[in-house]
């Protein structure tokens, strides 16, 4: 039986917070603001849209913190163990005055009502800590997650490209404190299991002793990032007790390349697997984008999106086009099936009672691949997808040999479209094969009216999905 604890254990900027009574749904927010005082942290929407409440959090990762921000609305308080946790308070600059973001932000004109400001900050301070001279795309980016109803973007973004005149990353106390926080959170990092008072919070002590607690609990909450488990909480008062918390478990965060597979650990961050992906992919670096927003690519994971079943999850429908599969766990055993199968039905999944999902597998795509991957949604960033699409076709000699072709918000799971697939092999690349397989999705899909999307709708869309892929990848025609 593992070694056991009962307390968490974290660094709150330069102070030790050892914690006995945090039970699964407490949020990070809640707990800076009501029991530490730290108001500089705001809530605005609750469910890590708005960026009002964003702190950084650092964690070890090859013996180094690696620094990101999140949002601690929805970022619940069991998952800090071994971490350090950067609240607005603690900025300052090398004389103790303000910042240099801070500082830019003054001298910019860039805040109103101070509402967001902080939240604004934070991010941009992750922002300069990695890039102190941003690129304006990369500011952007940043910002994604940030709303500001009051200043607006402009002297926000003069700001950003501002920030590194007032200072560079190497006078800062985070950087220069990184070892010493280091070896703190080194002597943390004891590999007990952590159990809460009141048993509703587990932290596992390895993957192996996560497997052994889902067999004897097999109807527990599976934290990882808590994008959507956050919002289970603030939004429909859940309560998600008891709660299993594995972000902490690195050996579920391990990503590996071979000359034929992509091997991604379950709780890897969208951040995580950016670049092996976008590099694997080609085009789908903006539909990455397009995945919430910084704070939610650093805390939402590729097994929790893929675990919870959504309908309209943004990660499956680009997978499914790549051919990836799961590996199942349940105790010692595991099991394999391609990604399509795990979706049953709408709140179905092919998971058995304290079974769990351990790696996906993606294999690399032949050289004579084309992609396509979409994403429609009311807004451009930071929502919820309408349509979703992942399309990957092998051309050789200007025939289809293989086609995948798979949609999220068209049916109650994410699903290939198998008659339009059918339609496309053997045909030629052109735009009388997509034609035909655009009307063989009527066969596929008899998608819903709901309030993102009339039916009508998603159906005129799925089809204009195809014609913009078959667009994108056709020769360039010379004027």
Request: hydrophobic letters at 45%; glycine letters at 10%; one cysteine or more.
């Amino acid at each position: 039986m593992s070694a056991r604890r009962r307390e968490l254990r974290f660094l709150l900027n330069d102070e030790e917070i050892t914690l006995g009574d945090a039970g699964p749904g407490d949020s990070l927010l809640e707990f800076l603001r009501l029991r530490r005082g730290l108001c500089g942290t705001k809530e605005g929407c609750a469910e890590g849209d708005c960026g009002a409440c964003t702190v950084l959090v650092g964690r070890l990762r090859s013996g180094e913190v690696r620094y990101e921000a999140v949002n601690s609305c929805i970022r619940l308080l069991p998952s800090l163990d071994g971490c350090h946790v950067v609240t607005i308070e603690h900025l300052a600059g090398p004389d103790g005055g303000l910042q240099p973001v801070q500082q830019a932000m003054v001298d910019c004109h860039a805040s109103q009502c101070g509402f967001c400001t902080p939240g604004i900050v934070m991010a941009l301070y992750a922002l300069w800590l990695e890039r102190p001279r941003p690129s304006d795309a990369e500011v952007r980016r940043a910002l994604q997650g940030n709303l500001c109803r009051c200043t607006g973007y402009a002297p926000i973004l003069r700001a950003a490209a501002a920030a590194a005149d007032y200072g560079l990353p190497e006078t800062d106390d985070l950087v220069r404190n990184r070892e010493a926080v280091a070896a703190r959170l080194a002597v943390m990092a004891d590999g007990k299991r952590v159990e809460l008072v009141g048993g509703g919070a587990v932290l596992p002590a390895d993957a192996d002793d996560l497997a052994d607690i889902l067999l004897s609990e097999p109807g527990a909450t599976v934290v990882a990032g808590s994008t959507d488990v956050g919002v289970w909480v603030n939004k429909d008062l859940r309560d998600i007790a008891p709660a299993v918390f594995i972000g902490h478990l690195g050996e579920l965060g391990r990503i590996a390349v071979d000359r034929e597979t992509i091997q991604i650990g379950a709780i890897a961050s969208y951040s995580d697997v950016e670049a092996v992906l976008t590099e694997t992919a080609p085009g789908l670096a903006e539909y990455w984008n397009r995945i919430g927003g910084w704070q939610i690519r650093n805390m939402g994971t590729v097994g929790g999106n893929i675990a919870n079943g959504s309908p309209i999850a943004d990660l499956p429908p680009v997978l499914i086009a790549l051919g990836a599969e799961l590996v199942l766990r349940k105790g010692k055993e595991r099991r394999v099936l391609p990604l399509e199968a795990y979706f049953l039905d709408y709140g179905r999944q092919d998971r058995a009672p304290g079974e769990f999902v351990e790696i996906l597998r993606v294999p690399k795509p032949r050289a004579a691949a084309r992609f396509g991957f979409y994403k429609v949604s009311k807004r451009r960033e930071e929502d919820i997808s309408s349509v979703c699409a992942g399309f990957m076709v092998h051309v050789r000699d200007g025939r289809i040999e293989e086609a995948r072709l798979a949609f999220g918000g068209m049916a109650a799971t994410p699903k290939r479209a198998e008659a339009a697939e059918a339609a496309l092999r053997g045909q030629e690349w052109d735009g009388a094969a997509i034609e035909a397989a655009g009307r063989a999705l009527e066969q596929d899909f008899a998608p819903i009216s709901d309030w993102r999307a009339s039916a009508e709708y998603r159906a005129l869309i799925a089809r204009n999905l195809l014609t913009r892929f078959h667009l994108d990848n056709a020769p360039a025609v010379s004027p």
